[in-house]
C-alpha cells in the first residue's frame, strides 16, 4: 500500500549499525539520525526486530523511540509502533509526543485491543488540539458490534507471496489489481525504501464464486519502471484513472526534499491496450494525489490527498471533470469525512454507495472501511462497516458491486497486503442519529454534587426508553434520537423533579444542571446498598458497620476501620445536606480521667478523617464519653468478661437530614 514514495533509504539503522560506546557518540549519533528523519518524513526500516536491539543496547532516548514508533506505524507495524511509543512513557524523561505521535499511540493501542488506554491518549490529544476533536469514548465499540458479521470473507486464489491490494472492476467478469509479485527485476528496479519490487497493474477473472484467477500483468505503457496503483474505469471503460510515482516521459519528478510524491495519471486504452498516459492539472510536485474514484455520472473524481489545507495527514477531495476532458478546483469534502488522520481509498458504486478508509473516524485499530450516507444537508453519516471486514490492522480498497453484493477488499492482517473476496449478506443496519444529553445535579441547599441520583427518560408516549444513575461527581450522559423526552430525577430524601426536553435534527450535545431539593418530609435515607438510614439513628447499626478499632491505648484508626468509616463519607457525600455527631465510648476498665481524654481524642481523630475526605467542618461534630455511658452491667467495680468490656467499647454516629 503506497502512501509516500522516497528516493532514498534512511536512518535510524545508523544506531545499530554503529553502536554506542560512551555518551559523546550516542548524542552525536542520535542527533545525526534525527536530522536525517526530520527531513524525510519518517524512516525505513530494514530490520523488524530493530526495537528489541535498541532495548538490548539500552537506549535511553524517547525521542528515538518515538520516531521509531513512527517509522513502524507508517509502515503499518503497529505492534512494534506500540512497543516503541510505550517505551517512551516507561523512560519518563522530558521528551513530550507530539499531537501526531498521540494519535499514532492511540491508533496502535486500538489495534491492540486496548481500547480503554486509546481512549486515555485521545483524550490527552483533545486537550491540546486547536482543531475539533475527535472520538475519545469507547461507545463506538457497541455500533462496530451491531454492524458486524454482515459480510462473509476468503482470501482470493490470484494473491502472491509479495503484496497485492486494491481492486477495481474493470470488463466484465474482471479487475485490474495492484501487486510487487513482479519478483525477478534487478536490483535497480526494486523500491529503495522497502527493498521489494515496484507495484505494477495486474488483470485478474472473477470466477462466479467470488475468487481471483488467471492474474496477468497489464501490457502497454500504463506500467511503468516505478510504483503504479490503485485504478478506476470509465464506464464506457476506454479511460483509466491510476495512481503512479512522479514519472512520466522517462523523467523522475520530485519536491524540494527530493520525495517523489505520488501523482493520479490518465490512460486511453488504444487496440485493447493501455496507452496515451496523461499527466492532470491537479497534481503537483510538493503534494501527493492517489487513489482515485468516480461518481456513477463520470462526472467527478474523488481521491486522497495531503496537499495544503488537508485537515490530517491525507483528506479526501472531489473535482470536476469537465465534458473536455479538463478539471475544475478540487474540493475537500469536508469534516464530516475527513479527521487529523487518513482518509484514502475511495469507492462509489454504480448506484451511488460511497466507502472509504480512514484510521481518524471511530475504528478498530490502523484503517478501517466505512461507509458515508449522506444526509438531506449534504453532511454524510460515517459508518464503520464491522468487522470481518475490518480488523485491528490496516483493511482498506473496498469495493462491492451493488447487484451482486459480491467484491473484495485488501488487509495487511496477515503481514503484507492481501486480497479478500466478500460477500454482503445483509446491508448496513438502521443508522439512528443520536444526541448526547449531558448534565449534573446538586443539591439546592448547599451546591454540593449529588451522586447516585436515578434519572428516569420517558419519551412522548410516556414508555420509558432509559434509566441510569449519576456518578460519584453527580454528572451523567446518554445518548437519545430526535424526540420529546421527560427526563425525570428521583433519590431518597429530596422531592421528585423533571425537565422536559426536544432533541432536533441538527442540535449539538445537550446540557443540563439540575438542583434537587430535600424532601422536608423524609424521615429514611437509602445508602445504594439499599440499607435504610432513619433519621437520629445511629449510621453503625443503619449502614451495618463493623466496630471501629483503634491502636491501643492510641489515636490511629486501623485500617480495617478505615473501610468502615469510609461507608459513611459515602453516604454524607451522597447526602449533601445531613450531618453526623461522633460519639467515642470506652469501657470502664482503667482511670475514669483518661477513658475520658482517650475517647476525646479519638472522636476528633475520626472528625480529622471525615475532614480530610472531604466532608466539610459544618457537617460533622464529635464528643468524647469515656465511661460514662455504659450499655450493661459493666462498671467499676463489677468483674466481666472481655466481650462483655467489648460492648461499651464502641463509636456512635449519629446522624441528622437537616430537611426541615
Not at 122 to 130: C, E, H, T, V
Not at 140 to 168: C, E, F, H, W
Request: net charge positive.
Amino acid at each position: 500500500m503506497i502512501t509516500k514514495i522516497h528516493m532514498k533509504k534512511y536512518f535510524l539503522l545508523w544506531i545499530v549499525l554503529f553502536g554506542l560506546h560512551n555518551s559523546y557518540s550516542q548524542n552525536k549519533l542520535i542527533n545525526k539520525a534525527e536530522k536525517e528523519y526530520d527531513q524525510q518524513a519518517y524512516a525505513s526500516l530494514s530490520s523488524g526486530n530493530l526495537y528489541d536491539v535498541l532495548i538490548e543496547k539500552e537506549y535511553n532516548s524517547s525521542a528515538v523511540y518515538a520516531k521509531l514508533g513512527d517509522s513502524y506505524y507508517f509502515n503499518g507495524d503497529y505492534k512494534n509502533a506500540l512497543k516503541a511509543y510505550s517505551q517512551v512513557e516507561k523512560l519518563k524523561d522530558n521528551y513530550s509526543f507530539t499531537n501526531d505521535q498521540l494519535f499514532r499511540y492511540s491508533q496502535s493501542l486500538k489495534s491492540d485491543g486496548r481500547y480503554d488506554e486509546a481512549s486515555k491518549i485521545i483524550k490527552q490529544l483533545n486537550s491540546k488540539l486547536a482543531k475539533g476533536p475527535i472520538n475519545e469514548s469507547t461507545d463506538y465499540l457497541s455500533d462496530i458490534k451491531k454492524q458486524s458479521n454482515r459480510y462473509s470473507i476468503k482470501l482470493v486464489t490470484a494473491n502472491s507471496k509479495m503484496p497485492d491490494y486494491g481492486t477495481a472492476y474493470y470488463k466484465e467478469k474482471q479487475v485490474i489489481f495492484t501487486s510487487a509479485r513482479d519478483t525477478n527485476v534487478v536490483k535497480k528496479y526494486k523500491d529503495a525504501w522497502t527493498g521489494k519490487p515496484y507495484y505494477k497493474l495486474y488483470e485478474a477473472t472473477i470466477t462466479d464464486d467470488g475468487d481471483l484467477v488467471n492474474p496477468k500483468k497489464l501490457p502497454g505503457k500504463v506500467n511503468s519502471v516505478y510504483h503504479q496503483s490503485t485504478p478506476v474505469i470509465t464506464n464506457d471503460g476506454k479511460q483509466m484513472y491510476f495512481t503512479r510515482s512522479n514519472f512520466l516521459g522517462n523523467k523522475l519528478g520530485s519536491d524540494d526534499t527530493k520525495t517523489n510524491r505520488l501523482r493520479i495519471y490518465r490512460a486511453t486504452l488504444v487496440n485493447d491496450t493501455w496507452d496515451k498516459i496523461e499527466d492532470l492539472s491537479i497534481n503537483n510536485d510538493s503534494y501527493s494525489n492517489a487513489h482515485p474514484a468516480l461518481r456513477p455520472d463520470g462526472k467527478s473524481l474523488i481521491f486522497a490527498s495531503d496537499r495544503p489545507g488537508s485537515l490530517g495527514q491525507t483528506d479526501l477531495y472531489e473535482v470536476e471533470i469537465k465534458t473536455d476532458g479538463s478539471f475544475g478546483e478540487p474540493k475537500n469534502m469536508g469534516a464530516s469525512i475527513n479527521t487529523i488522520g487518513r482518509e484514502t481509498f475511495p469507492f462509489i458504486t454504480k448506484s451511488g454507495e460511497f466507502y472509504f478508509a480512514s484510521d481518524g473516524q471511530s475504528g478498530l485499530g490502523g484503517l478501517d472501511v466505512f461507509a458515508a450516507i449522506k444526509n438531506s444537508d449534504n453532511n454524510y453519516t460515517i459508518v464503520n462497516v464491522g468487522e470481518p471486514v475490518n480488523s485491528g490492522s490496516d483493511d482498506f480498497g473496498f469495493v462491492i458491486d451493488s447487484q451482486t453484493k459480491k467484491g473484495f477488499f485488501s488487509s495487511n492482517r496477515g503481514n503484507d497486503d492481501q486480497i479478500y473476496s466478500v460477500r454482503e449478506l445483509e446491508p448496513i443496519k438502521e443508522i439512528v442519529n443520536e444526541i448526547a444529553v449531558a448534565g449534573k445535579i446538586y443539591d439546592n441547599k448547599t451546591g454540593a454534587a449529588l451522586p447516585n441520583v436515578k434519572i428516569k427518560v420517558y419519551d412522548k408516549n410516556n414508555k420509558l426508553v432509559d434509566e441510569f444513575f449519576t456518578d460519584e461527581a453527580g454528572e451523567y450522559i446518554v445518548k437519545v434520537p430526535q424526540g420529546d423526552y421527560t427526563f425525570v430525577y428521583e433519590k431518597q430524601g429530596y422531592l421528585f423533579e423533571n425537565d422536559h426536553i426536544t432533541v432536533k435534527k441538527g442540535d449539538k450535545n445537550i446540557l443540563i444542571d439540575k438542583r434537587l431539593t430535600v424532601d422536608p418530609n423524609a424521615i429514611q435515607l437509602v445508602d445504594e446498598n439499599g440499607n435504610a438510614v432513619v433519621n437520629g439513628h445511629d449510621l453503625t447499626k443503619d449502614l451495618n458497620l463493623k466496630p471501629i478499632y483503634f491502636d491501643l491505648n492510641g489515636t490511629r484508626i486501623k485500617k480495617k476501620s478505615q473501610e468502615e468509616l469510609n461507608k459513611i463519607v459515602k453516604f454524607l457525600k451522597n447526602y449533601p445536606t445531613s450531618t453526623v455527631d461522633i460519639r467515642s465510648h470506652t469501657d470502664s476498665q482503667g482511670d475514669n480521667n483518661y477513658n475520658l481524654k482517650l475517647s476525646e481524642r479519638r472522636a476528633k481523630c475520626t472528625m480529622d478523617y471525615f475532614l480530610k475526605k472531604g466532608i466539610k467542618a459544618n457537617r460533622v461534630t464529635g464528643k468524647g464519653y469515656g465511661e460514662t455511658e455504659i450499655l450493661n452491667k459493666c462498671v467499676d467495680g463489677v468483674k466481666c468478661s472481655d466481650k462483655e468490656h467489648q460492648l461499651n467499647r464502641r463509636s456512635e454516629f449519629i446522624t441528622s437530614f437537616n430537611n426541615k
